[in-house]
């Protein structure tokens, strides 16, 4: 562990060397970026190394710390707030750039028109408030409806930096009443952990006193006694005397010194990140059951009820799907609501949607709005025409076509949606740097959640006219493509090419509908057509 931080630090030191060389804005970049992800790498396995660097003082001071800091705070503050690891590399690699360009003019104006050229948003966008870096009070220019996110989030950031006595309760002050309301919530979590507790303090205890290192969980922390023994206490036991009583170098050392006598076991700090490639373990079992024909339901029933995530919604949907609305109380009235299959695609589906928004990212809330109105567009689509796949079936098929949404790294530096201009049943305004076709993109990922290799082959072909699909799936198929197709139009307008025209032909007439139809699922699912007015850049 101490081989890891000290190496983090070396490297934040020999990337801050590049911005006083003759580098071009290229390089600049490209090792911002290569910081960003060894300090994102290291803050999940030791989040208190980047509370360390950015407050404990440091033995020599002949070059600007204000960049490193500022990057390992953006990092900590980034994996607090659950932001995706991708946006958040380029705000961390932005605010290290940004900061430690402060006093080059020719390279500011070098790399200014690099990050345009490259439509590097966060970037071009954060050296706009460069000089509230050098301002004695940056939280006098918190301004939440001049500032978009990212720059809220900067001078946030440079706030903290700059009051660099006490904890983080004492910093946050000034800062929070200049808020925003959609970051408050953010900044509560902060009060928990790191709390009143910074690596680096002197502290007492019953019995003694001695020098916090770092939190463990949320209740307990190491620290390194007078007698040289490193103890887990509960944060209860302690209280602080004095804060910043080591330097970084010191910290260093004694943290060493804790990796031969004390195993630290760094728990629940940083909210947990769920792998999306693939279908969760405790899910798997209730499938196996739900497919399993002589199943005991009420067996079945007990076990969804010990996992609240999946009960309750299950009886949240049926009290609204029943034709009384009638409210549902019991997760095995649920599930004979619905019977196994549809219970199973339900609950697939809800369980792939919470591990694709897990993390924020600024275009989140309209890649949700939009993978929302295509499964309930296809959802009404199944209730209306000749296919045999049930509602529930066309929506989870639907889930998985939007999925790549939720994981292309184009989606998530960028601000606004790029609108489809042609062929609005393909995603391919959001493919462009990208290898692969989101179709196999989507595919991999329902093999990966083990899904029947029939849905499968449905949304691969998802993208295909009608007319060249097989017809095994092609009703499926074009199904799937014309939900894409009619939430691309519905939601974000523009003239439709020729090609959606002959695809959206082709498929009222292999699914047997009418244009009369398309009006009636534009009524039903007309709750969900509207996007969020927040969309600055």
């Known amino acids: 562990m101490h081989s890891v931080i000290e190496d983090l630090v070396n490297h934040i030191h020999q990337t801050g060397l590049l911005f006083t060389q003759a580098c071009s804005p290229a390089e600049i970049t490209r090792q911002s970026l290569s910081l960003a992800i060894r300090l994102i790498k290291s803050g999940r396995t030791l989040p208190d190394s980047l509370l360390a660097i950015t407050s404990l003082p440091q033995a020599s001071s002949a070059h600007n710390l204000l960049p490193q800091r500022a990057a390992c705070l953006m990092t900590f503050l980034g994996l607090k707030f659950q932001l995706n690891d991708h946006y958040l590399q380029h705000l961390v690699a932005a605010t290290f750039a940004v900061c430690s360009l402060k006093n080059n003019a020719e390279q500011k104006e070098g790399c200014q028109l690099f990050w345009r050229e490259k439509r590097l948003l966060f970037f071009s966008g954060l050296l706009k408030l460069q000089k509230v870096a050098l301002a004695p009070a940056p939280h006098r220019f918190l301004h939440p409806h001049r500032l978009n996110e990212e720059q809220s989030l900067f001078i946030s950031v440079i706030s903290l930096i700059k009051n660099q006595q006490g904890s983080m309760v004492s910093k946050l002050k000034p800062v929070i009443p200049r808020t925003n309301e959609r970051d408050l919530h953010r900044f509560e979590s902060l009060l928990k952990y790191p709390g009143e507790f910074m690596p680096g303090c002197a502290v007492s205890f019953p019995k003694g006193e001695g020098v916090f290192l770092f939190t463990l969980t949320p209740t307990t922390g190491a620290v390194l006694t007078a007698s040289g023994d490193v103890e887990e206490k509960h944060l209860r036991q302690i209280k602080i005397t004095r804060y910043q009583a080591l330097s970084l170098n010191e910290w260093l050392s004694e943290v060493k010194a804790c990796d031969a006598a004390f195993?630290?076991?760094?728990?629940?700090?940083?909210?947990?990140?769920?792998?999306?490639?693939?279908?969760?373990?405790?899910?798997?079992?209730?499938?196996?059951?739900?497919?399993?024909?002589?199943?005991?339901?009420?067996?079945?029933?007990?076990?969804?009820?010990?996992?609240?995530?999946?009960?309750?919604?299950?009886?949240?949907?049926?009290?609204?799907?029943?034709?009384?609305?009638?409210?549902?109380?019991?997760?095995?009235?649920?599930?004979?609501?619905?019977?196994?299959?549809?219970?199973?695609?339900?609950?697939?589906?809800?369980?792939?949607?919470?591990?694709?928004?897990?993390?924020?990212?600024?275009?989140?809330?309209?890649?949700?709005?939009?993978?929302?109105?295509?499964?309930?567009?296809?959802?009404?689509?199944?209730?209306?025409?000749?296919?045999?796949?049930?509602?529930?079936?066309?929506?989870?098929?639907?889930?998985?076509?939007?999925?790549?949404?939720?994981?292309?790294?184009?989606?998530?530096?960028?601000?606004?949606?790029?609108?489809?201009?042609?062929?609005?049943?393909?995603?391919?305004?959001?493919?462009?740097?990208?290898?692969?076709?989101?179709?196999?993109?989507?595919?991999?990922?329902?093999?990966?959640?083990?899904?029947?290799?029939?849905?499968?082959?449905?949304?691969?072909?998802?993208?295909?006219?009608?007319?060249?699909?097989?017809?095994?799936?092609?009703?499926?198929?074009?199904?799937?493509?014309?939900?894409?197709?009619?939430?691309?139009?519905?939601?974000?307008?523009?003239?439709?090419?020729?090609?959606?025209?002959?695809?959206?032909?082709?498929?009222?007439?292999?699914?047997?509908?009418?244009?009369?139809?398309?009006?009636?699922?534009?009524?039903?699912?007309?709750?969900?057509?509207?996007?969020?007015?927040?969309?600055?850049?």
């Open 263 to 537: 195993k630290p076991a760094v728990r629940h700090l940083i909210p947990d990140t769920y792998p999306v490639s693939r279908l969760p373990g405790d899910l798997q079992t209730i499938i196996t059951s739900l497919h399993d024909t002589n199943t005991d339901i009420h067996k079945l029933s007990r076990r969804l009820s010990r996992m609240p995530v999946f009960s309750d919604y299950l009886k949240k949907t049926a009290s609204l799907d029943n034709r009384l609305q009638l409210p549902v109380k019991d997760v095995k009235q649920a599930i004979m609501t619905y019977g196994l299959t549809r219970v199973g695609d339900m609950l697939i589906m809800r369980a792939l949607n919470q591990r694709l928004h897990q993390r924020h990212f600024p275009l989140l809330a309209v890649c949700i709005r939009f993978a929302e109105l295509v499964a309930a567009i296809a959802s009404e689509l199944a209730e209306r025409s000749n296919v045999k796949q049930t509602p529930q079936t066309a929506a989870l098929i639907a889930t998985f076509t939007t999925a790549p949404l939720f994981t292309l790294h184009a989606l998530k530096i960028i601000k606004h949606w790029p609108l489809q201009r042609q062929r609005l049943y393909q995603l391919t305004a959001l493919q462009e740097t990208e290898t692969q076709p989101l179709p196999a993109l989507s595919a991999s990922l329902a093999k990966q959640w083990q899904q029947p290799a029939r849905y499968q082959a449905v949304i691969s072909h998802c993208s295909t006219l009608p007319a060249h699909v097989p017809e095994a799936v092609r009703a499926d198929a074009a199904l799937a493509g014309l939900s894409i197709l009619l939430a691309n139009k519905w939601l974000f307008g523009g003239a439709e090419c020729e090609d959606t025209k002959l695809f959206q032909s082709q498929a009222l007439q292999t699914l047997k509908l009418t244009p009369s139809s398309l009006s009636q699922i534009a009524g039903a699912t007309g709750y969900l057509m509207w996007l969020p007015l927040r969309q600055r850049s």
